[in-house]
């Protein structure tokens, strides 16, 4: 089962607006990201890239690595892995802005990528 209490933050070490401090994106890449298809039972395998514009908080890798594990065996659709994480991400870091992609290995000729956008870039 997907656990958002797995990830841990901290705190951003250079927040816009302090004398000297600026925005930047951080992008984190997990190449094996593996879940379950609700339909066959057969394992999808997929790559999550994550990139926000940091607020407050930063996600810390170990506890996003362990996140991302707890879909293991979790029966659920790309497109659903894809919004629950932005969703728990999203509530965990409140980010100025963030991009969640979902890149999914063929199966039957068929790849998948889901992106999900949340808040601007630019605010």
Request: hydrophobic content about 35%; some cysteine.
């Amino acid at each position: 089962m997907p656990d958002a209490q797995l990830l841990e933050c901290f705190p951003n070490p250079a927040p816009a607006g302090d004398t000297g401090k600026r925005d930047f994106v951080i992008e984190h890449f997990s190449e094996e990201f593996t879940s379950v298809c609700p339909k066959t039972g057969h394992p999808d395998f997929g790559h999550v890239t994550l990139r926000y514009l940091p607020k407050e908080q930063c996600v810390e890798l170990k506890s996003l690595k362990l996140y991302y594990q707890s879909f293991r065996n979790e029966g659920i659709f790309y497109e659903a892995v894809t919004n629950r994480i932005a969703d728990d991400l999203a509530q965990a870091m409140q980010p100025k802005w963030m991009v969640v992609q979902t890149d999914w290995k063929g199966r039957g000729g068929i790849r998948s990528t889901i992106t999900v956008e949340i808040g601007q870039r630019d605010a």
